[in-house]
């Protein structure tokens, strides 16, 4: 006997005789057949179900399909079933892998350390290029703040990035003492140009000249009363100040061969080297022949800030 893998279900509606005769006659076999009045339900095997449609309809029979069953039904909807959950398995797999995946490290916060080091520090630090779920950056933390000039660091995952966000550590600066009183002296010989007494006394004035040492500003105040308080002596003094280079020459033909070049290009030396508080203003030399050498004396003229 055949054995078969699926069947489909009919409910007929007229003489239950008359639907089975027409069934039997075109060779149909017909199974689980029950009568409810004028109604009548049974099941044909798949494969006679074409040739039951055929014969029902030949016959004027009114019939719906009620349903299918059988192990191929049954096996084509597990398959079916199966590969929309392999499917959404899949899916959500590739939306965690992408969702874990590490695109890059972000780094705010940087401003004097940088961010390539820190950047580095992390990505060798990662254990995977891929973070699921929470993750404990602890020991990451702890590598980044051993980076010179870090104070606080703070990791979290954003998206496929990692972002870490440091605090420098402040730069070290000089603490100046502006309390005790002491008067404000010259750092170099030169003419005064611009003297702006922030709390003091002058004690120079504008095209004086002045040594190195010498007070400037003297460290007291007169009050309304006449009476002097003593006070740290604080302002801003400038000067026109000269320096001096010198170049020696063991032989008149090495100071003909080469004095003017050594000039300009000592000139452009001092003139890159000066700072944002320097104004170059002009340069003059002279030439002395001394027993053993003939040597040129540069003079430099600046103004500068002297205190």
Known sequence: MQKEYGKVRFETEGFAEFTLNALWRNGIRVRAIKRNGRKMRFTVSASDSAAAHAALSRAGINYTVTG?????????????????????????????LYCGYVGDVRVEGADRVDPAVVSAVVEEALPSSFLFGSNDFSAIERKVLSIDGIAYASIRKEGRHVVIEIVEELPITEITDTQTPLPLAAKEDGEIVRIVVLRGFAAVGTGDSVKAGQVLINPYVAGADGEIAPVRAMGIVEAKVRRTETIDYLSEDEFNSSAADDILLAKQAFTESLSGDDKFIGYSFDVKKLDKCIQISIYYDIITRIA
């Open 68 to 96: 299918t069953g059988g192990f191929v039904p049954a096996l084509n909807a597990f398959l079916k079933r199966y590969f929309l959950i392999a499917g959404l398995a899949v899916s959500v797999a590739v939306v965690t």
